[in-house]
C-alpha cells in the first residue's frame, strides 16, 4: 500500500517499514576493496545512554551480559570523550575531568585500536553515537560510519512508525547495514 | 611539519591492588607553550582514567588475548601507549600521524629501567625525581624530532 501527499514524496509501507521512495543516500560508500566480515560488532547509542542498536556479526567472546555490555560501551566512551577533552594540547579552555561534553565541543576522539580489535566512533550533531568494532588492521573508518549514519537517517529517522529513543526494528535498515558491513575493507 | 610530543608518565604497578599510587613523570612541553599544560592533579586523574580505561577496553573485547590499547586516535593529537611486562604503562600525545612512537616508547622504557629502576634511591611508585633520567629523556625526545624532521 501507498500514501501520496501533495509534495510529491511516495512513502512505501510494507512489513512496517516504511521507506522514503525515489531517495538518495549521500555520501556515497566507499569502494569496497574486500570480501568477507571483518567488523566484530556495532553499536549504536542515543545521547542518554539507550542502546538503540546492537548487531553481532563475528563476536567469539562474551564477557558480560547483554545490559552490562552496553553499559560499559557507553561508559568507556563517556570516559575517552572527556579524557581527549582534558588531554587536547592544543586547547587552552578545558572544563575540569568528567564534565559532560556536548556533541562537537572540545576535542573527540574517532578510533582507539588494541591488539586485538579496533573501535571506530563517530558522535552525530544530535547525540547519535555510532560504534563499530572491526580487527585491528582496518583503515580508517569514519568515511564508512558517516555512510552508516546516512542509512540510519533514511531508514530509521525518516521512518514515521519508529519512535526515537526507542530500539530500532526496522528490518529494511539492518539488511542494508549487514550487506554494506559485508563490503568494507 | 613539527613533532609536537610531551611524555606524560603514569606509573602504575598492577600486581599491587591494595593500594592505587599513581606516579606522574612529566616532561618537556615542547611547541605547545603552556596551552597543553596540566597541573598535578589533573595528570593524577588523567592517569587513573587512563588505566580504568585500559581495563573496560580489554573486557569488551570480542575475542581473547586483549591486553592493552595502543593507539588512541583523536581529532587534534594521537596518542601512543606502551605497557611493560609489569604493568607499567607509559604514554606519549603526539601531533597526528607522528610515526614511530612505539619504538620511542620503548627507547624511553629502557631509559626508565636504567636511570629510575637501578637508580639505588628511588623507592617504587613515588614520583620520579632523578635528574638523570630527565636530562636522558629529552635529549631522546630532542633527537627523535631531529631525526624525524631534520631539525
Not at chain 1, 568507556?76 to 578545558?94: R, V
Amino acid at each position: 500500500s501507498y500514501i501520496s501527499d501533495p509534495r510529491q514524496t511516495i512513502y512505501i509501507i510494507e512489513k512496517g517499514n516504511a521507506v522514503l521512495w525515489g531517495s538518495e543516500i549521500s555520501p556515497s560508500p566507499p569502494v569496497p576493496t574486500a570480501t568477507g566480515n571483518n567488523a566484530h560488532m556495532m553499536y549504536v547509542f542515543n545521547r542518554n545512554g539507550v542502546c538503540l542498536l546492537y548487531r553481532e556479526w563475528n563476536r567469539p567472546l562474551h564477557t558480560l551480559n547483554p545490559q552490562q555490555d552496553h553499559k560499559l560501551m557507553f561508559g568507556l566512551l563517556f570516559s575517552l570523550k572527556s579524557l581527549t577533552a582534558k588531554m587536547d594540547p592544543t586547547n587552552a579552555e578545558k572544563g575540569n575531568l568528567g564534565i559532560p561534553q556536548l556533541p562537537g565541543q572540545g576535542c573527540s576522539f574517532h578510533s582507539f585500536r588494541t591488539n586485538t580489535y579496533k573501535l571506530s566512533f563517530m558522535e552525530t550533531p544530535s547525540g547519535i553515537k555510532f560504534i563499530l568494532v572491526t580487527n585491528p588492521r582496518t583503515g580508517d573508518l569514519r568515511e564508512t560510519l558517516k555512510y552508516i549514519y546516512n542509512l540510519y537517517v533514511e531508514y530509521v529517522a525518516k521512518n514515521p512508525l519508529y519512535t526515537p529513543g526507542t530500539l530500532i526494528r526496522c528490518e529494511l535498515f539492518n539488511t542494508a547495514l549487514d550487506q554494506y558491513v559485508r563490503s568494507i575493507a | 611539519m613539527s613533532i609536537r610530543a610531551y611524555m606524560r608518565k603514569p606509573l602504575y604497578d598492577s600486581r599491587d591492588e591494595n593500594s592505587i599510587i599513581t606516579v606522574m613523570a612529566r616532561k618537556g612541553m615542547l611547541d605547545y607553550g603552556s596551552k597543553g599544560c596540566m597541573d598535578t592533579n589533573d595528570s593524577l586523574r588523567v592517569a587513573s582514567l587512563w588505566h580504568s580505561m585500559h581495563a573496560i577496553s580489554q573486557q569488551l573485547s570480542p575475542t581473547t588475548g586483549c591486553s592493552e590499547i595502543e593507539l588512541l586516535e583523536a581529532n587534534t593529537f594521537d596518542l601512543h601507549c606502551f605497557q611493560s611486562l609489569t604493568g607499567t604503562k607509559f604514554f606519549v600525545v603526539c601531533k597526528l600521524g607522528t610515526r614511530h612512537m612505539e619504538a620511542l616508547l620503548k627507547v624511553v622504557y629502557k631509559l626508565y629501567i636504567d636511570y629510575v629502576l637501578k637508580n639505588p634511591f628511588y623507592e617504587m611508585k613515588m614520583p620520579i625525581r632523578c635528574e638523570v633520567f630527565d636530562i636522558n629523556l629529552t635529549q631522546t625526545v630532542q633527537k627523535d624530532r631531529v631525526a624525524l624532521l631534520g631539525r
